[in-house]
């Protein structure tokens, strides 16, 4: 299947962010109840994003922008875990 050019950006976008975090945090290698919680805390400030936006609560954590930042911080942190459990596989005998 080709990716579309709105999926190459999305991608792309998700990828800088897996890039930030790894600048900024460096290889984290969490087990995975951690993982949960990071996890947890950024699709909770997505769920914000969303309400800000659909409630029209008039904060500036909602609108377009607010959402797909957030998005984008989900998708890069699943990203992340998946490459720690790859990373840790067999030192964890999964």
């Known amino acids: ?3 579309s050019e709105q999926q190459k950006t999305i991608i792309d976008a998700i990828l800088a962010e897996r890039e930030r975090q790894d600048k ?14 990071i ?13 800000e936006t659909g409630f029209n609560y008039g904060t500036e ?3 377009y922008e607010n959402m ?8 890069a942190v699943a990203i992340g ?9 067999e030192k964890w005998g999964l």
């Open 68 to 75: 797909k930042r957030e998005a984008i911080q989900v998708a």
């Open 39 to 51: 996890l947890g805390e950024e699709f909770g400030e997505l769920c914000q994003a969303v309400n």
């Open 24 to 37: 900024k945090w460096g290889e984290q290698n969490h087990v995975p109840p951690i993982w949960l919680g």
């Open 1 to 3: 299947m080709a990716m």
């Open 81 to 89: 875990f998946l490459e720690c459990l790859e990373r840790n596989r």
């Open 61 to 63: 954590l909602g609108g």
